[in-house]
Every structure is written in structure tokens, then in C-alpha cells.
């Protein structure tokens, strides 16, 4: 359904012809070596076609076992990478892997440049479903979603890695854009001696390790070690910088011909505040500007459990305000929610459920790109409150369908194992409990458990050591295992504060 950019390299001048499902398209190689073409849209197909590439010189290149369907891109750190067979999606791995499902994946090498890059190197290529074990745990959830509703085969390109922050996934032109992040962007270009900044900060940088030599050979000829050697400007020393990553891994796989973004990520900048939200918008906008579309849908998941499950440990809850923040003030973009979850281990940082998490994703990409409207794609979110008679009374909008509120679980993930029936997706209702994660403070700004009702659309929260309290909060800690607020489609409500 929309043009498919082929692309390579030949000698300057040559010929280069494309043929695929009974396309043919032309191009002139351009001085830099470069040539691409742009097939006109395709009908999907899980049939296996070959692609054929043919130059004047009478070389050809053949790629056989194509398939055209819906392409993801799929980025993050580890909890994008961590992969299916070791996940709660092994039994997925083997309905997928018996019923040869078309879908695959791409997975790129890792590594780190200082500059963006041309090619794309994986030392696996596509992968099938026969090995979808290896498959990213959240993406596989995610594409065997859509690829159930839609009957269409699914591809997933895959660039992730572990402990990587988002800053190093951002290409320069989302910083440099960004008013907040100026700092940033400065450190980019005095990494690139083609920068004024960049021959500025060598220069300076050069001059530091003439200083360095001569004191550290003095130290050295006294039998002494040599000082500690100066860093390099910008991000030229550290692999893991701003858009090292993106220059790598996602720089290459650009114009691929894909339908959007799912992403996981953000233990790594859990102590940034609000400023993570401006960080992710430069990700985004950095990515859109790209691959030439403004509209390009970015479906992620909010950080999930992480901690002991203490009320007074803020632990990711302020990182998952700022994703809130920028899942409200950006277009085309979707949260998966993951504190209801009740994970087994909430003190590991890799949860074991990742295909509740890919399957909300999915329920974004199904109900806005594949015209699924009746789907319900997430929770109630905070709307306002309002402070009478010492009770707060908190109002909720519902984006999508979903229907009003209820008191609902998933149940516990520890308990899945003995029966399945006991941890559900989506959660379902649970009358007479109490609402929990429910908090209010007073002036003096120390939180106190309170007691909530639901009341139509509204939820009133009070509690009695706080007979004047000026604020609310829901399920604003680390680990708020059994937080149960829901939309009637059983879809958790967003924490605030």
C-alpha cells in the first residue's frame, strides 16, 4: 500500500535495473556510487517472489523468498532485545514456528558509529519462523498480533541493545531541533572535525595531549604511571553516545519501506525527570524527518514494575510521568501501560511477560493504522480533580473506546504456571475489592494510602489522617503491584500524581 524504496551501489553512470511481482524499474547510478528506485505500491502476499537486480555490465543479483506484507521497526535497549524463547511467548514460539506463520525478522549487528552509515550488516539475515525463538520477545508478540488479525505476513526489523540510552538511538537532526536539547546537539558537532566546533574542540583536544605527554613522560622516567589520558571531544570517545547507535543500526535500514515504530525502552534515562520526554521527541522527530514521514505512528511501552514494592519508593514513577508527557503532547503516538502486570520477580529489571506488553502495542497499531476502530488501545488517563470537603475528586478521560470505569485484575503472574486461567489479558473485573495505589498529602507533601470509589466516571479519594489534602496520586511507585483501576475493556489506567 505504499512505494517500496530498493537501493544499492554500482559504478557511477551505470545502469541498474529492478524486477519484482512483475515491476520493472530503472536507474542511473549517481556520481556517489548510490542508485535507488521506488516500486510502485504493492498488494500483500505471503507467496515467495524473487527480487532481481541487474546492471549494464550484465551483473545480477537475486534475492529469492521475498514477501510482501506490514514492516515494524523495532528499537530500544535490552527489553526490546531480550528474545522470545525466553520469555512467557515460548508457547507462541511454537504455534508460530508449527503453523510457518510469515512473518520474520531482521536483526542488525551490533555496534556504534560516529558518523550515519550506508549498509546494514546482520550476520543472520531474515530469520523465519523456525527460529522465532530468536525473534525479539516483545516484537514477535507484536507482530503475531497483527499478523493473526490481518492474514498478511508481518516483517520486523530489529535494532536494539542492552543499557543503551535514548539519547544514542537519536539521529543529530532530532537534537538539533529540539530547543532543550542544545546541549546535545553541540556535542555532535565538536565530535566532527568537519564542524567549526568539531576543529575548535580537536585543536584544544590535540593541545591537551602535548600537555599529557610531556607530563606524563616526565612521571614515567621517574618510574612513576602516566596521567590519565584526555577524552576525546564530544561523543568521539564514548560508544554508547548521542546517535552512535542510530548511526550504526537505524541510519542504514533508512528509506526501508516500513509502517511505523515500536519501541521499549528508558531504564537507562530513569533519573532524567521531564527532560526524557523532550529526549523522546527528538528520537521521534529525529526518525520522522528521515525517513520523509511526519505522521510516522510510535507505539512504546511505559516502563513497567521495577523495585520492592514500597508505596514510598518512587523508584520509575517520575521516568513514567515524563513518557505520559510525551505520549499527551505528540501526534500518532501510543503507550502500552505496564504497571498492572504483577510480575513474579518486580526486583528484576527483565520482566518474564513480554507478550501482554506486545500484544497492547499491537492493539495501537490495529485500531489507528488498520482501521480496527471497535478495539479498545488503553486505560483511563487523568483528566482533572477537584478538592471539596476534604475528598478529591478525580475525573478520567477515556481516548478510544473502552467504556467507564471498573475495579478489574490481571491476577498474579506467579500464579500462571499452576493455572493459566489465574493471570488474564486483558484484566477482568473484580467487584467489591478496594481500589488500590489510591494516595493523598496535605500541604506538608507527605503521602498517605486513602480510601477510593468509583463513582460513575469519577474516582473520590479520601482519607482520614488528611481532612485538608491538596494533592491525589495513583499507582506512583516503583512497583505498584496491584494497582486495579480499569476501563471496562479491562485496560489499566495511567499512573499520576
Not at 33 to 49: C, F, M, Y
Not at 348 to 364: Q, V
Request: net charge negative; charged share 20%; aromatic share 8%.
Amino acid at each position: 500500500g505504499m512505494k517500496v524504496p530498493v537501493w544499492g551501489w554500482d559504478e557511477p553512470g551505470s545502469k541498474v535495473t529492478v524486477s519484482f511481482a512483475g515491476q520493472e524499474m530503472q536507474a542511473t547510478v549517481s556520481p556517489d556510487g548510490s542508485w535507488r528506485v521506488d516500486l510502485e505500491p504493492l498488494t500483500a502476499s505471503a507467496e515467495a517472489q524473487p527480487l532481481v537486480v541487474k546492471n549494464s555490465a550484465g551483473e545480477t543479483l537475486t534475492r529469492n523468498g521475498v514477501l510482501v506484507g506490514e514492516v515494524w521497526l523495532a528499537s530500544g535497549q535490552s527489553n526490546m532485545d531480550w528474545l522470545a524463547g525466553k520469555s512467557n511467548c515460548n508457547t507462541l514460539v511454537r504455534e508460530v514456528g508449527a503453523a510457518k506463520s510469515p512473518i520474520r525478522e531482521y536483526t542488525v549487528d551490533t555496534g556504534s558509529a560516529l558518523f550515519p552509515g550506508s549498509r546494514a550488516e546482520s550476520e543472520e539475515g531474515w530469520k523465519g519462523p523456525e527460529k522465532a525463538g530468536n525473534f525479539s520477545a516483545l516484537a514477535l508478540a507484536f507482530a503475531a498480533e497483527i499478523q493473526r488479525e490481518l492474514g498478511v505476513p508481518v516483517g520486523i526489523l530489529r535494532a536494539s541493545h542492552g543499557a543503551t540510552p535514548v539519547e544514542t538511538w537519536s539521529a543529530y537532526g532530532g537534537f538539533a531541533a529540539h530547543p532543550d536539547l542544545q546541549d546535545i546537539a553541540r556535542l555532535i558537532r565538536e565530535s566532527d572535525p568537519g564542524t567549526p566546533e568539531g576543529q575548535a574542540a580537536y585543536a584544544s583536544y590535540y593541545k591537551e595531549v602535548e600537555a599529557w605527554l610531556a607530563e606524563s613522560g616526565k612521571l614515567v622516567e621517574k618510574g612513576g604511571q602516566p596521567l590519565p589520558r584526555p577524552k576525546l571531544p564530544g561523543i568521539a570517545g564514548d560508544w554508547k553516545g548521542a546517535s552512535r547507535m542510530h548511526n550504526k543500526k537505524v541510519a542504514p535500514l533508512i528509506p526501508f519501506a516500513i509502517r511505523g515504530v515500536i519501541w521499549c525502552q528508558g531504564e537507562h534515562n530513569s533519573g532524567d525527570g521531564k527532560i526524557y520526554a523532550a529526549k523522546m521527541e527528538a528520537l521521534l522527530n529525529g526518525w520522522r524527518k528521515l525517513w520523509d514521514k511526519p505522521g510516522l505512528p510510535f507505539y512504546f511501552t511505559q516502563l513497567q514494575c521495577y523495585g520492592d514494592p514500597n508505596p514510598d519508593q518512587v523508584g520509575f514513577a517520575d521516568a513514567r510521568e515524563a513518557q505520559t508527557l510525551f505520549y499527551k503532547n505528540n501526534e500518532h503516538v501510543g503507550m502500552a501501560v505496564q504497571t498492572d502486570l504483577n510480575p513474579a520477580r518486580p526486583q528484576g529489571i527483565h520482566p518474564y511477560n513480554k507478550l501482554d506488553p506486545g500484544k497492547r502495542m499491537a492493539r495501537w497499531a490495529l485500531a489507528h493504522e488498520y482501521g480496527k476502530s471497535d478495539l479498545a488501545f488503553i486505560g483511563p488517563m487523568y483528566e482533572s480533580h477537584e478538592i471539596k470537603d476534604g475528598k478529591v475528586r478525580v475525573k478520567f478521560t477515556q481516548r478510544g473506546p473502552g467504556g467507564g470505569l471498573m475495579v478489574g485484575s490481571k491476577g498474579m503472574e506467579a500464579d500462571a504456571k499452576n493455572s493459566p486461567d489465574a493471570f488474564v489479558e486483558p484484566a477482568r473485573e473484580t467487584q467489591g475489592e478496594p481500589l488500590q495505589h489510591f494516595r493523598v498529602a496535605g500541604k506538608d507533601r507527605i503521602w498517605h494510602a486513602a480510601k477510593a470509589v468509583i463513582e460513575g466516571d469519577e474516582v473520590v479519594v479520601s482519607c482520614p489522617e488528611v481532612p485538608e489534602p491538596a494533592g491525589v496520586q495513583f499507582a506512583y511507585s516503583g512497583s505498584p503491584i496491584g494497582a486495579n483501576l480499569c476501563n471496562r475493556a479491562g485496560l489499566p489506567a495511567i499512573p499520576f500524581a
